[in-house]
């Protein structure tokens, strides 16, 4: 709580510039959480407003990016996020509201990404679903901390799987120190 309230001004200043757009300030997207209890995911905008339907649309005429987005779900160069968006994500501002879901119990500060069901279901695996189905996910964890976006999927998961198996404060700790450095680099940021 003590560490909202510090954060507060600074939220303040990203809302305004967030909505500066005409957009909401914030995006909230099912997450798949503890025991598979789907939750709202907060997170500051980064992209458009009609993001869903621009993806689509790209992903239809560039058979480039629709390979990048099957294998990672992600795009290097994603024409749906915005100038602020572009920082908000290579500084991971974008996900400072998540202390919202800690707060409410439906993530923790570290532990495997939050994933929609569909990439529980396509990319998991039973090892992984079990592994990631048995922790709340969190703000930052190994994948962090271990190249982000230059990671494969299949590290993603490997990553999260290892952070269940392994699991102790030290890890916790240990992540929580490295997740600084690593977002001040910017290293796998997109």
């Not at 992600?74 to 501002?93: E, F, N, Q, W, Y």
């Not at 290892?162 to 940021?189: C, F, H, K, N, Q």
Request: aromatic share 6%; net charge positive.
């Amino acid at each position: 709580m003590t560490l909202l309230f510090i954060l507060l001004p600074p939220l303040l200043i990203l809302i305004f510039v967030v909505r500066l757009d005409g957009g909401p300030a914030f995006y909230r997207h099912t997450r798949v959480g503890l025991g598979g209890r789907p939750f709202r995911c907060v997170k500051f905008r980064t992209m458009v407003t009609a993001a869903d339907q621009l993806l689509a649309s790209h992903l239809a005429t560039d058979a480039e990016a629709a390979r990048e987005w099957s294998a990672r779900r992600k795009l290097a160069d994603d024409p749906r996020v915005t100038r602020i968006g572009k920082l908000l994500r290579a500084t991971s501002l974008d996900e400072l509201p998540q202390l919202l879901n800690v707060l409410r119990g439906e993530m923790s500060l570290v532990g495997p990404r939050p994933v929609v069901p569909e990439e529980l279901q396509q990319h998991y695996g039973i090892q992984g679903e079990t592994a990631y189905l048995a922790t709340r996910p969190g703000i930052t964890g190994l994948w962090q901390i271990s190249g982000r976006s230059d990671t494969t999927y299949q590290q993603r998961v490997a990553l999260d799987i290892r952070y269940v198996t392994e699991w102790s404060l030290l890890l916790d700790a240990m992540i929580l120190l490295r997740t600084i450095p690593a977002v001040l680099a910017r290293r796998g940021a997109m």
